[in-house]
């Protein structure tokens, strides 16, 4: 049976255009959310997180690939977790929102596990716009 080790959120905005942070360079991981989960406290066997979250982003008036990733760790060099890009098309006018789901399994014990989500996009014009949250749950057996 799984057990409930930690759980951690990162809220940087919570309102849909509450914040307005421009991506300067062209594909450059911007940190958008970071939390540690502790895991001194009863750890059993076989460890794994569930993480998820939500970035929103102004498009500019072009084709656009924005790049979510997740590493194990504080840099972007760091171990990859998750990455996935979604393409948006020249008729996109409204703030987007892109939401997902990322799951480390089996991660090397530590006294805590810190996991950051960063954004890029392949062009500039991207706007950061909110909500933007990131959170995880780390459980074992």
């Known amino acids: ?19 307005a942070v421009p991506i300067l360079v062209v594909n450059t991981p911007q940190l958008f ?12 066997a076989n460890p794994r997180v569930q993480m998820k979250g ?14 979510i990733t997740i590493v194990r760790g504080t840099q972007p060099t760091d171990p990859v977790i998750y990455s996935a890009t979604s393409t948006f098309s020249l008729s996109v006018l409204a703030p987007q929102v892109i939401t997902f789901s ?11 596990l810190t996991y950051t989500a960063f954004v890029s996009s ?8 909110g909500p933007e949250n990131f959170d995880g749950v780390l459980y074992s057996d």
């Open 1 to 19: 049976m799984s057990q409930f080790i930690d759980a951690r959120t990162s809220q940087n905005a919570s309102l849909a255009n509450s914040i």
């Open 33 to 44: 959310g970071q939390i540690g989960l502790v895991t001194t406290a009863g750890i059993g």
């Open 54 to 67: 939500t970035v929103s982003v102004q498009l500019p008036l072009a084709l656009v690939g924005i790049t």
């Open 102 to 112: 990322a799951d480390d399994y089996n991660p090397p014990i530590t006294p805590q």
């Open 122 to 129: 392949n062009l500039l014009g991207t706007i950061r716009v």
